[in-house]
């Protein structure tokens, strides 16, 4: 990895942080987003003390809104001219109804809206390549349970999920993005499933429901430098596939994607939903719901 060029969105805390860092190390020139200064700061400082390393660079921006996400992308050409590799670990969890000033419920713009975004404007701005890779990290697992399937071509319906309801749609969303985004940019990508995570992202959920879930992970909670090695893992073994996608998560290793992410029909409903809904929140963009080839 040395000298390459390594993007990470939510890069300053949790996964995103310890991956950045992990990246450092192995002389990966690496650009970090977030929102915080101070933990951006912080990761920095870490940075400098590896000697014979990588370098990071911090690019500030709140991707709940997706104006912010479209200039971070021009900033971002401006840096580089091309992307070897982007690790998508931006993300929130809460559990309360809240939209942000674009009318998208928050948890779906930040989660999942923001990535396709961040990819749309990086492939109009000629920064993908046949050999970027990038790794979406969701909920990916062998089979979709259920209750967790949702479908995305009635976007008021999307519009109606609020809550926990939409962290959930986020997830399958990026799930199925994984596989739609190969096709539609041309790269390798990667759909990772973590597991549950040392991180602070259920900060934002009342007591009594982290309390109520807390025995659920007690004793399979990995920390986020554990993550960050098996992700790089992952990637380097990847590095050298063809144009596709794969799916991996903490305790399967590598599998095929379940049939309901991979559904043509259900890949083009979340594309033109995906396209509608940024459409709206940039109030007169030049997007269109025109499949590209």
């Given at each position: ?30 650009i ?15 940075a ?9 660079e911090?690019l500030?921006?709140?991707?709940s ?9 021009q ?5 580089v ?8 670990a ?9 939209h942000t ?6 948890d779906f713009a930040?989660s ?14 000629n ?10 990290i ?15 071509h ?5 519009r109606?999920?609020?809550?926990m ?6 997830q ?17 990508t990667?759909?990772y499933?973590p597991?549950?995570v ?12 982290v ?5 659920f ?5 990995r920390?986020?430098f554990?993550?960050?090695?098996q992700?790089?893992s992952?990637?380097e ?5 063809m144009v ?6 903490n ?15 259900r ?22 719901a025109?499949?590209?080839?």
């Amino acid at each position: 990895m040395k000298k390459k060029t390594v993007v990470i969105t939510g890069g300053t805390d949790g996964i995103g942080a310890a991956t950045a860092l992990e990246y450092c190390r192995r002389g990966a020139n690496v650009i970090i987003i977030g929102r915080s200064h101070v933990k951006a700061d912080e990761i920095v400082r870490q940075a400098n003390k590896f000697s014979s390393a990588g370098t990071i660079e911090v690019l500030i921006s709140d991707f709940s809104i997706m104006k912010n996400v479209k200039n971070t992308v021009q900033r971002l050409r401006e840096k580089v001219s091309s992307i070897d590799v982007i690790i998508h670990a931006v993300g929130i969890l809460i559990s309360k109804t809240e939209h942000t000033t674009e009318g998208i419920e928050k948890d779906f713009a930040v989660s999942y809206l923001s990535r396709f975004v961040f990819m749309e404007e990086a492939s109009a701005h000629n920064l993908l390549t046949e050999q970027t890779i990038m790794l979406n990290i969701a909920a990916s697992a062998p089979k979709i349970p259920r209750y967790a399937q949702m479908e995305f071509h009635d976007i008021a319906e999307v519009r109606s999920r609020v809550g926990m309801k939409s962290h959930g749609q986020a997830q399958l969303a990026n799930d199925i993005f994984t596989g739609l985004a190969a096709h539609r940019y041309g790269i390798t990508t990667i759909g990772y499933g973590p597991g549950s995570v040392n991180t602070k992202i259920r900060r934002e959920l009342p007591k009594i429901l982290v309390a109520l879930i807390q025995p659920f992970f007690a004793f399979s909670t990995r920390e986020p430098f554990e993550v960050a090695r098996q992700i790089v893992s992952i990637v380097e073994d990847k590095s050298r596939l063809m144009v596709g996608q794969v799916h991996y998560c903490n305790k399967n290793g590598s599998f095929p994607a379940d049939p309901f992410i991979t559904d043509t029909q259900r890949k083009q409903a979340l594309l033109k939903t995906s396209l509608t809904l940024v459409h709206d929140a940039l109030s007169g963009s030049t997007y269109s719901a025109i499949e590209r080839h």
